[in-house]
């Protein structure tokens, strides 16, 4: 009842996984990742163990076998979808054939699509279309979820969405793998709120893009009048921000928190 991708970043050497339904906090079911090793989604009548399962698997299995050991042992694996991709990049994908309708996947370089009860096969296609793009692995993989939602995304609705990267060389906290791992639980809206906390978690933790201040007088100066505050600085510190401003320049990301009406 879901769609989602997972994907490998041979440049950066991250995996990710990201997922959108019409079902509570998808993210706490369906994406699993653990650098060096891979990243699974488990949906459709999710089997939760897949996640940690199949990530012990993938320690010493390609995605195909780790895939095939999963669903050899499950009396409901016609019922089941799950993807993967291991830590050479090589992706796998299984439907089961009692998933619900619309319900298939496509496995592309370095990625899997994959989804059912599904508006029909363009959300698969549109999605594919986006991560065989060039870009950073987690903007492809929002970029696929808002382009699966343009073609009708999940049948029943939106309600959660979710996006997990980890990462061999950068990590957002000291003793951990996870580059990313940002979730929204429950909303009308899920995607646009997602793409927000992006910016957010962007912001906080890896701004390296940096904008001249004065070249964004207008949109700043409209945040501050909207927002009550009588300096660019008071607003950062409210967002918790005011350390990407310096120099005469603010962070890429930084300039889209403060004027996003938050």
Known sequence: MTFSVVAFDPNEKKWGVGVASRFLSVGSV??????????????????????????SFLKSHSSKE?????????????????????????????TGSD???YAGHIVGQNYSVQGNILAGPSVLEAM????????????RILSALFAAERQGGDRRGRQSASILVVSDEDHFEEGSDIFMDIRVEDAKEPLPELKRIMEVWMATFFEKEYVSIGDNKEIIERALR??????????????NVEFNIKDGKIGR???KVITSGL
């Open 253 to 255: 990301h930084t300039i």
């Open 30 to 55: 369906v994406p699993w990742a653990k650098a060096g090793v891979g990243c699974i989604a488990t949906q459709s009548y999710a089997n939760y163990s897949y996640g940690p399962e199949g990530l």
């Open 99 to 101: 998933c619900m309708d």
């Open 226 to 239: 909207e927002n009550g505050f009588e300096s660019l600085e008071k607003l950062a510190e409210f967002r």
């Open 128 to 139: 594919s279309e986006e991560m065989s793009k060039e870009g950073k692995l987690e903007e």
């Open 66 to 94: 780790t895939i095939q050991m999963l669903t050899s042992k499950d009396a409901m694996a016609p019922k089941r979808q799950v993807a993967a991709v291991d830590s050479s990049g090589t992706p796998f994908a299984f």
